[in-house]
């Protein structure tokens, strides 16, 4: 990793580490929690992924930023909507490009909420707006292709600090249209999310992710030939620094050749922003928009009584 992104990714942890006392975090960083907006809310959120590997050669020539909408439609029913940008390159190298991405929409809906469990469904949809004729680019990102998703949601909630998230979905994936090329079908994948997560204080939530997929084919793009088992743990560090607003800093690893393959480290950066759309998103207090006491005026000394 070069210094800009150290000195980023440095500055990152610094806010996520500076005191405070606000209401916890409740969300992991991939693995999908039981726990929906609250109706009525909405969420803006804005992540980047990144893939390095410790040869930089090597690393996997793609970023992603990802700004996102959330919102409460009803109790236990919430919406999401994706808009990604991909940048095709390493910025600062010949050929660098920007690329519009795919645009996910998203809908879930928790159906049992009890005290220790919970039981959810999402369902998503992915419009393939992004480019289809980079063979490098994995399904996982965005790659121009018809895309759906099928996700039941469990979570076991220990205590009040400690919960366990188990996502099971299946992934079909579309055809990329190669241009001059032959059409080439992605094949669809089963994937299992295991997730728990700690609150440590009420600002601060950590914990661990086991994000595993298996493809039908091993064949999952025309670069990646032999790539079908994939194995990732995601640590978990969230950190709300203002009310409703959550930092977020972590790096993927991969587990299997199949998927150190594509990349050995992917790195999260990002953050939600979660308010009442009623009342619209709260502001810092402005010191200078205090009202301040207003001095007394200094009292007279007393004077001597005049002489008659």
């Not at 972590?250 to 950066?269: E, M, N």
Request: overall charge negative; charged content about 20%.
């Amino acid at each position: 990793m070069n210094a800009r992104h150290s000195t980023f990714a440095l500055a990152v942890v610094v806010c996520l580490l500076s005191p405070t006392t606000w209401a916890k975090p409740y969300r992991a960083m991939v693995t999908r929690t039981a726990s929906t907006t609250r109706s009525g809310n909405m969420e803006l959120g804005l992540r980047y992924q990144g893939f390095f590997a410790l040869d930089s050669d090597k690393s996997l020539p793609y970023h992603q930023v990802s700004p996102s909408i959330r919102w409460g439609i009803l109790d236990n029913v919430e919406a999401n909507v994706y808009f990604e940008v991909l940048g095709l390159g390493n910025p600062g190298e010949n050929g660098f490009q920007l690329a519009f991405g795919d645009i996910p929409l998203g809908v879930q809906w928790t159906f049992l909420e009890t005290s220790p469990f919970s039981l959810g469904a999402y369902g998503r949809v992915t419009f393939p707006t992004g480019p289809s004729d980079q063979d490098a680019i994995p399904p996982s990102l965005s790659d121009g292709t018809w895309d759906f998703e099928g996700t039941l949601i469990g979570e076991l909630r220990v205590s009040r600090d400690l919960r366990f998230m188990l996502n099971a979905s299946y992934l079909h994936h579309g055809t990329r249209d190669r241009g001059n090329l032959p059409d080439f079908d992605v094949p669809d994948a089963v994937q299992l999310g295991v997730a728990g997560t700690y609150n440590i204080n009420n600002a601060t939530l950590v914990g661990l992710e086991v994000i595993g997929r298996r493809y039908f084919e091993p064949v999952i793009t025309p670069a990646w030939t032999n790539n079908a088992n994939q194995v990732e743990i995601i640590p978990v560090v969230r950190r709300e620094v203002f009310p409703g607003l959550v930092l977020e800093a972590v790096a993927g690893i991969s587990v299997t050749p199949d998927l150190s393959d594509i990349y050995q480290f992917r790195l999260l950066l990002g953050g939600t922003y979660e308010f009442d759309l009623a009342s619209g998103p709260a502001l810092p207090d402005d010191d200078d928009d205090r009202p301040t006491k207003k001095k007394s005026e200094p009292k007279k000394k007393p004077t001597a009584p005049r002489k008659r």
